[in-house]
């Protein structure tokens, strides 16, 4: 059997230490100052955004009340397997919360997305990247901006092979209409799409401008499910500034899943491949005011 991913047992010792502290009856407040900690270290541990100290467990674990010898070296393999989160290396560029988010695309067994604004980082090509972080003005430096292109090429390596992720993909039709980066680079991504469209672990489906209302226009999410026992699914919602959300409460993430489930009956699913190559041949067409072939289940 495979080693548990440090992404999979960070979230596996934060769900048990959360647990255990409430069966010891104590308020996050009351544990830290029992440990002499400032309130915001335990939030972090039990929210998983840093890593526990081994001597820091052991600490926690006294205090509550866990003595058991199975049970503790088992809590203490799950912190130092913890500490080796993926993509740590580009700390300088990628923040906390997105770093969480790909320590659970690392570890998924299924990812499901609703995506509303650009084509998914996974699937965006090295010009695209660069035609997306320059066109919204975030004005960072060459440097920083070859920085954070290899940070997401590396993590398109996910995707090699037939290992890995099953990926099901739902795209609003506005990203296929909206040209970034110039006709070329358009068109070069939308060729990509249609490309990873035939992968074995790739499911694309486009949701039509036509479709109307539907439970995606509040915004897009990315849903994780695990194979490994006890394993919560997990949702990340992030709108257009970068604020972010994520969750492991059932009933948020149930509702996730139902939201998806109405998208994936609503999206067109034939010949995805086909469609995706019919908008890139009609990309930079005529005059400013692109004229693209409409999205329609016929073709």
Excluded at 34 to 40: D, G, L
Excluded at 190 to 212: K, N
């Amino acid at each position: 059997m495979s080693t548990p991913s440090a992404a999979v047992q960070r979230l596996r010792l934060r769900t048990e230490l959360r647990r255990a502290r409430s069966n010891a009856g104590l308020t996050q407040r009351q544990v830290a100052v029992k440990m002499e900690w400032s309130p915001s270290k335990l939030i972090r541990i039990e929210a998983g955004e840093v890593a526990v100290t081994v001597n820091d467990l052991k600490a926690l674990l006294a205090e509550y009340g866990i003595t058991e010898r199975r049970k503790t070296e088992g809590l203490l393999e799950l912190a130092r397997g913890s500490r080796k989160m993926p993509f740590n290396e580009y700390r300088d560029v990628l923040g906390k919360e997105f770093l969480s988010f790909l320590a659970l695309e690392s570890s998924a067994s299924i990812i499901r997305g609703f995506h509303f604004f650009v084509v998914p980082g996974l699937f965006q090509t090295e010009e695209y990247m660069r035609a997306l972080v320059t066109g919204t003005g975030q004005g960072v430096s060459p440097e920083r901006l070859d920085r954070m292109v290899e940070a997401r090429l590396a993590r398109q390596e996910l995707l090699e092979g037939d290992e890995g992720a099953k990926h099901l993909v739902i795209l609003d039709e506005s990203i296929l209409r909206r040209q970034i980066g110039g006709p070329g680079v358009m068109r070069a991504q939308l060729e990509r799409l249609a490309d990873l469209a035939s992968h074995p672990r790739i499911t694309i489906q486009i949701m039509p401008f036509d479709a109307g209302a539907h439970p995606g226009i509040l915004g897009p999410f990315t849903l994780f499910e695990f194979s490994e026992d006890g394993m919560p699914d997990s949702v990340y919602l992030e709108n257009p500034r970068g604020d972010s959300f994520a969750s492991n409460d059932p009933e948020v993430t149930g509702k996730y899943i139902e939201a998806f489930l109405e998208l994936e009956d609503r999206a067109l699913d034939d010949n995805i491949g086909a469609v995706l190559r019919q908008v890139s041949e009609h990309v930079g067409e005529g005059s400013e005011d692109l004229t693209l072939p409409a999205v329609t289940e016929e073709q």
